[in-house]
């Protein structure tokens, strides 16, 4: 049984951290196990609860614990949300919850688009010189789409004879 909740430790110690080698959790990942695997549930167990815990079994100056100090923690948990049953009876319990558990990734934050955002991106819909800088696929012309395009021949914009100089002097 202990194996499993060490698992379960390991997945949770590092998750949100690129660095972490997963024998030691902060207190952030320790508030989410046991958020996550039904620990804590704001009656019995308040995140005030885990939190006290946390302090009480970590070393001073540490700002995480061992998978040691964490089967500590789980034991002043289980006594708190299990009263009445043994020590021994109400870590089982605890460990019971976390079985098979992972980091839940709910409620996180997607990117998504509002009504308007796909209005104001749509090219087709453009208009003026705004619809010059796209073509008919909707991508952007670059350089050419944004800046009126020179022409350096030398002769006047309009001018009809234009590239005819050579040829009349050769008749």
Do not use: W
Not at 145 to 158: F, L, Q
């Amino acid at each position: 049984m202990a194996s499993e909740a060490e698992r379960t430790f390991q997945r949770f110690a590092v998750f949100g951290g690129s660095s972490s080698s997963g024998t030691e959790m902060n207190n952030k990942n320790f508030s989410k196990l046991c958020k996550d695997c039904g620990i804590m549930d704001d009656k019995k167990v308040t995140s005030t609860d885990v939190d006290i815990v946390f302090s009480k079994v970590k070393a001073k100056n540490a700002r995480t614990i061992t998978f040691q100090q964490f089967q500590e923690a789980m034991k002043e948990l289980g006594q708190k949300k299990f009263k009445g049953k043994s020590p021994d009876e109400a870590l089982e319990n605890i460990y019971r919850l976390m079985e098979g558990k992972d980091p839940a990734t709910t409620g996180v934050t997607k990117a998504m688009t509002v009504g308007g955002v796909s209005h104001l991106t749509d090219t087709s819909k453009y208009t003026g010189t705004h619809k010059e800088r796209f073509d008919q696929s909707g991508k952007g012309k670059g350089i050419a789409g944004r800046e009126d395009m020179t022409d350096n021949s030398g002769y006047v914009s309009g001018y009809k004879g234009a590239g005819t100089y050579d040829k009349k002097g050769s008749n």
